[in-house]
């Protein structure tokens, strides 16, 4: 049986908690200090090539975030999984999970998915608010 050695899922364990605690924190610049220069993210949107792009899928999420709570990291060798909740300014307690690929200490892949019905019941909410307030428009004329 072969173990793998503490200081590798220590240091992937510590580049996913600091990539976490700054992206969720608003600091997307040191975010990226942990993301290879052609990361890939898979997201449930399509393929995010390269830190650039990255960047702004990071920085579109962060500033919409009001609450975020990690419930689990699980690490080994060269891979992380985060597993959190979150509320934004458009929906409450949606879920997500990352699984990052880590390699010298740096993010060369990240896999996400994340629970998507509570941004669809928040868009429907705004559509339906939206319907009533034109109709009281209309009914006001």
Do not use: H
Not at 107 to 121: E, G, H
């Amino acid at each position: 049986m072969s173990t793998v050695p503490a200081s590798s899922n220590a240091r992937t364990e510590s580049t996913a908690t600091a990539y976490f605690e700054a992206w969720t924190t608003g600091d997307v610049d040191t975010a990226l200090k942990y993301v290879a220069p052609d990361v890939l993210a898979l997201t449930p949107n399509g393929r995010i090539e390269g830190a650039e792009a990255f960047r702004g899928f990071v920085g579109n999420f962060t500033s919409r975030i009001t609450r975020i709570e990690l419930l689990k990291l699980v690490a080994d060798d060269e891979s992380a999984v985060l597993f959190y909740e979150s509320d934004t300014d458009a929906s409450q307690g949606a879920l997500a999970a990352e699984y990052l690929t880590v390699q010298d200490g740096l993010i060369t892949v990240a896999r996400y998915a994340f629970d998507r019905l509570p941004f669809v019941q928040a868009a429907q909410a705004q559509q339906t608010q939206a319907q009533q307030t034109q109709a009281q428009q209309a009914q006001a004329q």
